[in-house]
């Protein structure tokens, strides 16, 4: 990728009166749009319709999709510029990202052994007391 190459985000919102086959029609432009301004596509979201938190245009539900590429940087203002001018987007939203790589994943530390449960009543606290003293005197006796 070159130096003046970012990547970016578009997302966009269209309005729900449209049909199916005008959605497609803004999809193939907007497809377009990004061709003609030099772009690679890395991935998209197909639009598909989803309620809103709140009320746009007296709307509750919008058409909503994205595409991810990268362009020069120098074309982003233009694309703006026709992002704007296009009357069937309600809204849209471009941002650079930073892309990610993968990363590698480390494997997990050995689990420790469970540590010997100690009672917690006095006679069975007691009766525990009294072994560990006897098998260290016994030890004592040994040595």
């Known amino acids: 990728m070159n130096e003046d190459m970012k ?6 919102i269209l309005s ?21 301004a030099g772009a690679q596509m890395e ?3 197909n639009p598909k319709r989803q309620f809103l938190a709140y009320e746009i ?3 509750k539900e919008a058409v909503f ?3 991810r590429f990268n362009v020069a940087k120098d ?12 009357s069937k987007i309600i809204r849209f939203m471009l941002l650079e990202w930073k892309k990610f790589e993968a990363r ?12 010997e449960q100690v009672p917690t009543d006095e006679k ?20």
């Open 57 to 59: 245009n007296d709307s």
């Open 75 to 86: 074309k982003i203002e233009a694309l703006q510029k026709s992002l704007r001018g296009n």
């Open 43 to 45: 991935s998209w979201d």
């Open 124 to 143: 069975a606290l007691d009766e525990k007391l009294e072994e560990i003293f006897q098998k260290g005197a016994e030890e004592e006796a040994k040595a």
């Open 104 to 115: 590698v994943r480390l494997p997990k530390p050995p689990m420790r052994q469970a540590e």
């Open 16 to 36: 729900p009166s449209l049909k199916e086959e005008e959605v497609v029609t803004i999809e193939e432009e907007l497809k377009t749009l990004l061709a003609n």
């Open 65 to 67: 999709g994205a595409y």
């Open 7 to 12: 990547y970016y985000e578009l997302s966009y």
